[in-house]
């Protein structure tokens, strides 16, 4: 007699489409999928065991390469979340200037996930276009901060130096220039046959189950929950602007990525509504503990050098006591959870990851789909390895 | 507040379990004992008019060399009219914790990272296995007895001692 | 490994096929897509239109290490991973490079935990080293180009062995 067994099949963790170290293991029947497992952990860094042994202010870089898709958003959760425990107050400036990287940082994370969502299911072009802006945005991130990929411009009590005149300049040319190309990735996609035959009705998950999953973000408004945390839970000044919240229907991929192209547009009026409103001030909040005297002022007055010293060792100390700061970051609801035990070390540093659940959900999205589709469902998730593994 | 209606809706139903109560930074905070702890989280996922239908996080916190040692810390978020609560519970080393994953399934792997990471073990969980680390890694890396570089760090190292689970 | 390595002698006919030999290698060395983490976008952005890596010879990313002469391992190398690398490496074809881009693949970055192998040469013999954390995609550019110099001036017959055991 004839026997059918399912064929198991890797996608193991070196892949040109996984994203980063996912590994997933599928069983198929013919083409479609019966059953998926991901594996992770292939990233597994240990950044919360680090951060017990840092310093408030050195945990900082260690969660720039958390989603390294959009650097900025991470950072702006932990410092919120260590400013709340230390209970300082930000000025409006530096949250302001906050706004404008953490929204650059969302688009520049739309941008790579375009591309390569695009570029899995075979539209190669649109890549090309999507680095062409992010090169743009990664220009003005070498202007203010002085590095690329990783800025860590955010410091515990506001931001780290001043704009230059450069960089509102860059900022306004690319407010500019950023919805001609917008329109442009419009036209290569939104209403291409082939786009929409690939991704409509492909992973589709009802509201319920998503909440149930723990999806948040972009992912989560697909399926019609308006649930964004600058709304929801307003900080850093977000309740200023004027902004809406995109929210889709079916909850599928084609609504996923309808979902993050509005996206772009609504950051992209944020940013152009804080720099031209961007109020005067100082970049870091004045509280003696926290703020590091300037250089002019250490050379001549000795208490002053002496705080630099201690600031440059010791840094501040955090109270005892327990905090939790979520942020929207480009993938979801991003979250820190820090436990201070009144020294100048985090006693617990737990990372609430968004991708972390987005790839937990995978098991429900795959099944009865094609190897193929499991291809686009994977790329509308926007999985960023460095997130889920931390 | 509307927290307070929920608290005090299940202090009536199981009156003893809810030890303590408190409010960090405006989120309320609720420590509940481990005997009633799942019909607690039934209640709070099941609650009308606004149900916690999300379980954002689940974090153990090693508070070594106090007995209980660890802190169990469960948040959720209700997306009817964004609530959160902070749910935790004070266990033992080797305590069993019943799993919430019939109830959230965003629990399923969260409890396997804390099991992975902590070491504590959750029953009913229906695929309890290391997730970040690999099969025969020995010891619970984010205990406060484990070294940050691990054992054997001078060593020079050897894929071939690493098995995994496929 | 190759007839070309039983060549004995250094007269003119091994000199010109070696320069000519290494003429080909140098200038179409074809990378395998093995990003890990952050490195990996710095590595995309030079492949693609403002740094273009393509008019170096690289111009496809093979998937595949059978189809690849260069191994960049960009990104932290983790113990768990350190399997998949070396399975990756081996599976690669002689002639076979190996560039560590980053500081993570160099000497394990600034994560010097219970997970993460300190440098990926503690598995696989690397042959350019390229700091940053991630490094410029010019950076990625200019290692490339020392791993073609050291290809011009290899010799045939000198290549390591890697069935003996050096490596």
Not at chain 3, 72 to 94: C, L, N, P
Request: charged share 20%; net charge negative; aromatic share 10%.
């Amino acid at each position: 007699m004839t026997e059918s067994k399912t064929i198991t099949l890797n996608m193991g963790p070196h892949h040109p489409a996984t994203h980063g170290v996912l590994r997933l293991i599928v069983e198929l029947d013919g083409e479609t999928i019966v059953k998926a497992t991901p594996y992770i952990g292939y990233l597994h860094r240990g950044i919360e065991k680090i951060a017990e042994s840092k310093l408030f202010q050195q945990v900082i870089p260690l969660t720039d390469r958390l989603d390294y898709a959009a650097a900025s958003a991470n950072n702006i959760g932990y410092c919120l979340a260590a400013e709340k425990l230390m209970g300082l107050e930000v000025p409006k400036r530096a949250q302001y200037l906050r706004v404008i990287m953490a929204e650059f940082a969302r688009i520049m994370g739309h941008h790579l996930w375009l591309g390569t969502h695009a570029l899995d299911i075979g539209a190669m072009t649109v890549i090309f276009y999507t680095f062409r802006d992010r090169e743009m945005i990664m220009d003005i991130n070498e202007e203010i901060a002085g590095y690329r990929l990783t800025p860590t411009f955010f410091r515990i009590g506001g931001v780290a130096q001043d704009t230059t005149p450069d960089f509102i300049k860059k900022v306004r040319d690319f407010v500019k220039w950023f919805p001609k190309a917008l329109e442009g990735y419009h036209t290569l996609l939104t209403e291409n046959k082939i786009w929409t035959t690939r991704t409509m009705n492909i992973g589709k998950i009802s509201a319920e189950e998503a909440v149930n999953y723990g999806l948040t973000g972009p992912s989560l408004r697909g399926s019609g929950v308006a649930y964004d945390i600058r709304k929801a839970f307003p900080y850093s000044s977000y309740d200023d602007f004027d902004f809406q919240i995109p929210v889709g229907e079916n909850g599928d991929v084609y609504d996923r990525y309808l979902v993050r192209m509005e996206e772009f547009k609504q950051s992209i009026n944020i940013i152009s509504q804080a720099i031209e409103n961007l109020p005067e001030g100082p970049v870091h909040a004045d509280s003696p503990w926290i703020t590091n005297p300037a250089t002019t002022d250490a050379q001549n007055d000795i208490s002053a050098l002496i705080r630099r010293f201690m600031m440059h060792t010791k840094g501040p100390t955090a109270p005892k006591g327990e905090v939790y700061a979520a942020v929207e970051g480009a993938k979801g609801e991003l979250g820190f959870y820090l436990v201070g035990d009144g020294t100048e070390h985090p006693y617990r540093l737990k990372i609430r990851s968004s991708c972390f659940y987005l790839a937990s959900a995978l098991p429900r999205l795959l099944v009865g789909h094609m190897v193929a589709d499991a291809i686009a469902i994977i790329g509308s998730l926007d999985v960023v390895l460095g997130e889920i593994d931390r | 507040m509307a927290v307070k209606t929920v608290i005090d809706a299940i202090g009536k139903i199981h009156p003893d379990s809810i030890i303590k109560q408190c409010e960090t930074q405006g989120i309320c905070e609720i420590t509940l004992a481990a005997d009633a702890f799942f019909e607690v989280m039934t209640l709070l996922h099941e609650h009308k008019p606004f149900p916690f239908d999300m379980l954002t996080d689940i974090l153990g916190i090693d508070r070594m060399p106090r007995t209980p040692r660890f802190d169990l810390v469960y948040l959720l978020l209700s997306t009817k009219n964004f609530t959160r609560l902070i749910v935790r519970m004070e266990i033992d080393e080797g305590q069993d914790v019943p799993s919430v994953s019939s109830i959230w399934h965003s629990a399923d792997w969260a409890e396997r990272e804390v099991f992975d990471l902590m070491g504590i073990p959750f029953s009913n969980h229906p695929n309890l296995q290391r997730i970040l680390m690999w099969e025969n890694f020995e010891g619970h890396p984010l205990r406060k007895d484990f070294p940050l570089e691990g054992k054997d760090f001078d060593k020079p190292f050897d894929p071939t001692t690493i098995q995994d689970y496929c | 490994m190759g007839i070309e390595t039983q060549l004995i002698g250094d007269n003119v006919l091994v000199t010109n096929l070696n320069k000519l030999v290494n003429w080909g290698r140098s200038n179409s060395v074809w990378p395998c897509t093995f990003g890990l983490a952050c490195c990996a976008l710095e590595m995309i952005a030079s492949t693609l239109a403002n740094f273009d890596i393509s008019r170096f010879g690289s111009e496809v990313f093979r998937p595949s290490p059978r189809q690849s002469d260069l191994l960049i391992v960009a990104g932290t190398v983790t113990k768990k991973m350190s399997v998949m690398v070396k399975r990756v490496y081996d599976q690669m074809a002689d002639p076979k490079w190996v560039i560590a881009m980053g500081s993570c693949s160099s000497c394990g970055g600034i994560f010097q935990s219970y997970a993460v192998v300190q440098g990926v040469d503690q598995i696989i013999p690397v042959d350019v080293y390229i700091p940053g954390c991630p490094p410029r995609p010019e950076a990625v550019l200019a290692g490339l180009m020392k791993i073609q110099e050291k290809i011009r001036t290899e010799k045939l017959n000198q290549r390591p062995d890697f069935k003996t055991g050096l490596f």
